[in-house]
């Protein structure tokens, strides 16, 4: 599985912060490509990945403008990322790092080893206008073509021209985005993306839905835990709620004892104020 982690500040993120964040914490975001998880409450969750070294992308928020950057190289050796975040001055950032199934790793779905290539087309995140969206987790009907079919028959004409690479997790950014447009909230498209995602199960009984998500929506985040399975567990995912900033994290990125695991099929909301409220999902 995938790594990601946002922070919402109430002013400019210092530049000392993000590289600590990115960098030098003691459990940065691209320390966790290949350091154990550090995930307490959390420790026996299979879900949680230890080797996160298929590509990265950063999202931010600039003076009310999206941006983001994606690579394939490691993190730690891309001199151009260390030079963009030297004078960025971004309110919200977002990093993913990027876990691809091992070749060796036998599952139902093996094809989704081989169609979904390390390549910056797949490399989270993604974004439309003003929304930048990451995912950890899969969409196994994915990866049935019959189930596939469905899912982008259900995806707008306007915006399926959109898509460029061959994620399930790109496709499900486009799928929930034609029902925020839809139903003019981010809350009700979600939970009526999860319902009819779980309405293929009537075709596909094993069809596991694990996503893990962060949207951010011009100056509000949305960070969702999710699994629907009773009986299994999504991977990890913490808010951290000061006074000044929110990081939401698949990881802590620092040792403090202030990080709260969020609960199973969870959405946690922080609007423009940085007000935190959790909602749960409907399944």
């Known amino acids: 599985m995938c790594r990601f982690s946002v922070i919402i500040s109430k002013n400019v993120i210092p530049t000392k912060k993000i590289k600590q964040m990115l960098w030098y914490g003691n459990n940065s975001i691209f320390k966790q490509c290949y350091l154990s998880p550090y995930v ?8 949680n990945n230890h080797i996160n070294l298929d590509g990265f992308g950063i999202g931010m928020v600039c003076s009310d403008q999206p941006i983001i950057y994606r690579n394939t190289i490691l993190p730690w050796n891309d001199i151009n990322l260390q030079k963009i975040m030297s004078v960025v001055k971004p309110n919200i950032l977002l990093v993913h790092i990027r876990a691809v ?45 019959s189930l596939r079919k469905i899912i982008i028959n259900r995806i707008s004409d306007d915006l399926i021209t959109n898509i460029e690479g061959t994620t399930d997790s790109e496709y499900l950014f486009y799928l929930i985005l034609t029902l925020i447009y839809e139903n003019n909230s981010v809350v009700a498209a979600i939970n009526k993306t999860l319902q009819f995602l779980n309405s293929l199960s009537e075709l596909s009984p094993d069809n596991l839905l694990c996503l893990n998500m962060c949207l951010i929506d011009n100056k509000e985040v949305y960070g969702i835990r999710y699994i629907n399975k009773d009986d299994d567990i999504p991977p990890s ?8 900033e929110i990081i939401i994290s698949s990881e802590p990125v620092d040792k403090a004892q202030s990080w709260r695991l969020i609960d199973k099929n969870k959405l946690i909301y922080v609007d423009h104020n940085n007000k935190v409220v959790d909602i749960s999902l409907s399944i």
Not at 41 to 47: A, T, V, Y
Not at 101 to 110: D, G, M, P, R, T
Not at 115 to 122: A, I, L, R, S, Y
Not at 237 to 244: A, E, M, Q, S, T
């Open 237 to 244: 995912l913490y808010v951290n709620n000061d006074i000044n």
């Open 40 to 47: 307490p409450n959390d420790e026996n969750n299979p879900r």
């Open 101 to 145: 199934a091992s070749f060796a790793n036998i599952c139902k779905y093996s094809c989704a080893i081989k169609k979904t290539p390390v390549h910056e087309f797949n490399c989270h995140p993604f974004i439309y206008k003003n929304y930048i969206f990451c995912h950890n987790g899969i969409m196994e009907a994915f990866y049935d073509g």
